[in-house]
């Protein structure tokens, strides 16, 4: 009979095998316990640790002032001041912000916002009234370009205004339709209000009334070239004050200036007067070839003879 604990070469070698993977699958199993409980142990250290850092840092909020805690526990207002135009995350932060408001905030910044008051941060539609009244005493904002380049504007209009007021008051103002001046008491200011009359036609109306004695018509303007066709409808003449002139005593110079006058005529004068003596009328002039009819009728108003 066979021996029951006779094993052959084979089965002996088969028990060993099993053997040894029940040793190290045992090892294996005492390694993995051993790893847990030190993980164990090493996360209970982070949590204590974090726990720390945590309770320093809120202790250190704390002693902050002003504080203020709002309803989220993790929301904490420690305010400093800042300028909404440079100021990063951790300011905004501090104002008592969320973290998707500091988001929008920023977003709406780097598109090209820039905050010069309370108006500037109510656009921002992330932040409520409240949170912008909640930073403004904190908040110090750079001088608005704006208002400097309204205040730039409003200051060359008033530059313009000046220059163009001292200009205006250079050029008189012209008369309007139905306004008329007196020719009789007119001076260069005066006349300069006619319209298409300037300075050199006003000097030369004066001129012209001062050499024939003074005007007796203002139908008489139109003996002077240059001036505008509708003239007489701007002046009125109330009086009339001639300067005579004495025929008999005036000398060659003195008669031939007056307008009405010419060389020739003149030369007749003085021949009449050499001849017969001191002129009583200008009709007996009226034999001399230089005079007509109508020469006497100009100068009538201004000839005296004695």
Known sequence: ????????R????????LALVIVVALTGLRIYESCLADADREE?????????????????????KPRYKQNDDSLIYAPVP??????????????????WQVRTFLKYRSAGARFYGRDDLLRVYSL?????????????????????????????KRIRDSLFNAMVATFPQKLKEGEMIDLSEADTSQLKKIPGVGSYY??????????????????????????????????????????KLNINKADFKTLIRHPY???????????????????????QLSTEDAFSVKDFERLEPYIAFE
């Open 82 to 99: 800042f300028d909404p135009n440079t100021c990063d995350s951790s300011v905004l932060l501090r104002m008592g912000l969320r973290k």
């Open 1 to 8: 009979m066979k021996n029951m604990f006779y094993f052959s």
């Open 202 to 243: 006003a000097g030369k109306i004066l001129r012209y009334g001062e050499r024939l004695g003074g005007f007796v018509s203002v139908s008489q303007l139109k003996e002077i070239e240059g001036l505008p066709e509708d003239i007489e409808k701007w002046v009125r003449l109330s009086t009339s004050r001639i300067r």
């Open 10 to 17: 084979r089965e002996r070698l088969s028990l060993c095998m």
């Open 44 to 64: 209970e250290n982070i949590e204590a640790d974090t726990s720390e850092e945590v309770r320093l840092f809120m202790a250190e909020v704390s002693e902050q």
């Open 261 to 283: 006058l010419n060389y020739e005529q003149v030369k007749a004068i003085f021949n009449h007067r050499n001849q017969y003596g001191d002129l009583k009328s200008l009709r």
């Open 128 to 156: 409520s009234k409240e949170d912008v009244e909640r930073m403004m005493p904190y908040a110090h904002f750079p001088v608005d370009e704006r208002v400097l380049r309204k205040a730039e504007q409003e200051e060359n």
